[in-house]
């Protein structure tokens, strides 16, 4: 299957977050929940599961912390090989039925850029091995999410393209303004990534707003966008952002050529599937 070709051609529907699923399964909060691929296989294989049974043609990897640098946090940095391989396998394993893209998905460190600075941090080093183990596994899409620091995730991208020639999608956390946390407006943090090599860029772990949409559409740079809200953590067992909310923000982000389109933090099966119905529906 070749992502970019399914990309030109229709929408692409991708899971939710799996933290919040696994959360809502009672993993503690402090838990390595990349650790769960291992010592609780099945438990993330359901989630899997119950996305690819939502409509979901694209499912993530349980990865996306498990870098050295975040993992070491924890005492588990010598790891990093294991986690993501079995994930990536344990994806893999899942979807193949469902006839799925897998995606191997990286986080960002977690260091400001003075920290980086301050100890020497060889990002390309830490993003390579990772996204190496991801390869190893299976995976034949990497999503980088949740980037604030564009050198960080320009280093990802970077240490991707060292590795193998599958498409990586670069997203970005913006306001909802549509600036990245330094003030940088979206269009030209898209145009630094297109000049990284990405091949989809886009945003996650926000909101759909007015502002975005409008950022979204105007966007010319000649490379697919991806997008992947946040519903808000669950507050009294409801969710920010309903589904039916969840669908139609799907539907606008549609509207302004989003050919991507999943969910972040608090966006569960429920979600998905409503914005998988409606776009059988439209």
């Known amino acids: 299957m070749d992502l970019l070709a399914t990309l030109a051609r229709q929408v692409l529907i991708a899971d939710g977050a799996m933290?919040?699923?696994l959360l809502a399964a009672g993993a503690p909060a402090d838990a390595c929940l990349e650790e769960f691929c291992v010592s609780q296989p099945e438990l993330v294989r359901g989630v899997h599961?119950?996305?690819l049974a939502a409509g979901a043609r694209l499912i993530c990897t349980n990865t996306f912390g498990a870098n050295a640098v975040r993992l070491a946090r924890l005492g588990l940095e010598h790891r990093v090989n294991e986690l993501n391989w079995v994930a990536a396998q344990l994806a893999r394993d899942t979807a193949k039925d469902a006839g799925a893209f897998v995606a191997g998905v990286a986080g960002p460190t977690g260091l400001s850029e003075a920290a980086m600075n301050e100890q020497g941090v060889d990002l390309e080093a830490v993003f390579a091995e990772q996204l190496g183990a991801l390869l190893d596994g299976g995976a034949r899409v990497i999503i980088l999410?949740?980037?604030?620091n564009l050198?960080?995730?320009e280093a990802a991208i970077l240490a991707k393209h060292a590795l193998h020639h599958c498409p990586v999608v670069a997203c970005v956390v913006c306001s909802e303004d549509a600036r990245l946390p330094d003030g940088l407006p979206l269009d030209e943090a898209f145009a630094r990534l297109k000049a990284a090599d990405a091949d989809v860029v886009g945003v996650n772990c926000t909101g759909v707003s007015p502002a975005l949409l409008r950022a979204l559409e105007a966007w010319n740079g000649d490379l697919p966008l991806a997008v992947f809200p946040s519903a808000g953590l669950p507050e009294n067992g409801r969710?920010?952002?309903t589904p039916e909310q969840f669908a139609r923000d799907g539907l606008a982000l549609a509207g302004v050529n989003v050919r991507?389109?999943?969910g972040c933090c608090g966006?569960?099966?429920?979600?998905?599937a409503a914005l998988a119905a409606a776009f059988?529906?439209?």
């Open 19 to 21: 933290g919040t699923e």
């Open 49 to 51: 599961e119950r996305y």
């Open 145 to 148: 999410a949740t980037f604030t």
């Open 151 to 153: 050198r960080e995730l």
């Open 239 to 241: 969710h920010p952002i």
């Open 260 to 262: 991507l389109i999943g």
């Open 267 to 272: 966006a569960g099966p429920a979600h998905i």
């Open 280 to 282: 059988a529906e439209r």
